[in-house]
Structures are given as structure tokens and as C-alpha cells.
């Protein structure tokens, strides 16, 4: 495996896993509280939805776009996702941790430099990769930040940057 993919997988294994850590064991009306409610960009999105769409957003540039899997991305029921327990949530993210454990060690620096077209933008492997792991941290932020405000302002812990993995 490339050091450069060993690099992102490592990062990614790392947010899906704090994204995991902050579902896990919550009751549903955490999962599903909605700071905001509303529709459209007036509301904010619950737990549940933003872990269904780190994870579909994940498989879909890993795994569709670069990786070449079928099409099989609902990105309206991830924004819908209103679940009953942790279980679908923490599934869903560890299916995805699967494919993309299997799939980005087989990228070559060829795929990595690989243009790639979606929606008539164009763009590399590389910026895919990366574009995962910038999602899944906003996100991340979000989360921590939603769960704080369930949680009358105490947060889930995350830990400090010397104590993730993944260091070079």
C-alpha cells in the first residue's frame, strides 16, 4: 500500500470512529433531537442524519466514484434518517469502514492522479480522498456540537490531536 493511502485510510478510520463513538449507546430522541427544526436550509440536521450521510458520503466518493462499485447512494434518505436505536447507524458505519478498508489499498498512484468526472466536474482520486475526510470532520463538528446542545452543554470528549491515531 502507498504511505499516502496508508495516510488517509488511517484519518478516516479515525473520524468514522469518533463518529461511531458519538452515536453509540444514545437513546433515539438524542439520535433523531433536531436543534432546529424546520425544512430546508432553515433547519439543522439530527445525529442520525449526519452519520448516515458521513457514511454515504464516504462510500459514495471511496467507494462509487473512485472505487467503482455500483450506484447504490440514496442521499435524500440519509437527510430523512430517523432511527430507533444506535444499531442501523453503527452498521451502516461499519459497512462502510469494510469497503473502504478492502477498496484503498488497491488505489494505485495512477487512480490517485486519475481525473474523475461527476456531474460534469472533473476532478482526481486524490481530491476524493480528500474531500472525504474533510467532509467527515465538518460533520464530525457538527455532531459534537449538536450532541453538546442535547446534552445541556456538555460534550461527548474527543480526543486531542496527539492522542488520535494515525500520526507519521
Given at each position: 500500500m502507498l504511505p499516502e493511502i496508508q495516510a488517509y485510510l488511517n484519518l478516516i478510520e479515525d473520524l468514522r470512529t469518533q463518529v461511531a463513538k458519538l452515536v453509540t449507546g444514545l437513546p433515539a430522541d438524542a439520535l433523531n433531537w433536531r436543534p432546529v427544526e424546520g425544512e430546508g436550509h432553515h433547519a439543522?440536521?439530527?445525529?442520525?442524519?449526519?452519520?448516515?450521510?458521513?457514511a454515504g458520503g464516504e462510500h459514495f466518493w471511496i467507494g462509487e466514484i473512485i472505487g467503482g462499485l455500483p450506484s447504490t447512494r440514496?442521499?435524500?434518505a440519509e437527510f430523512a434518517a430517523a432511527v430507533e436505536?444506535?444499531?442501523?447507524?453503527l452498521a451502516w458505519l461499519e459497512q462502510v469502514g469494510t469497503e473502504t478498508r478492502a477498496l484503498l489499498p488497491t488505489f494505485s498512484a495512477e487512480q490517485l492522479d486519475r481525473i474523475f468526472t461527476h456531474n460534469n466536474y472533473n476532478f482526481t482520486g486524490r481530491w476524493a480522498i480528500l474531500h472525504v475526510i474533510e467532509h467527515a470532520s465538518l460533520h464530525l463538528g457538527h455532531m459534537q456540537i449538536t450532541y453538546q446542545l442535547w446534552n445541556s452543554g456538555q460534550g461527548a470528549g474527543s480526543p486531542r490531536w496527539f492522542?488520535?491515531?494515525g500520526r507519521m
Open positions: 439543522t440536521n439530527s445525529l442520525a442524519v449526519m452519520a448516515a450521510h458521513v440514496n442521499r435524500e436505536s444506535d444499531a442501523p447507524l492522542e488520535r491515531p
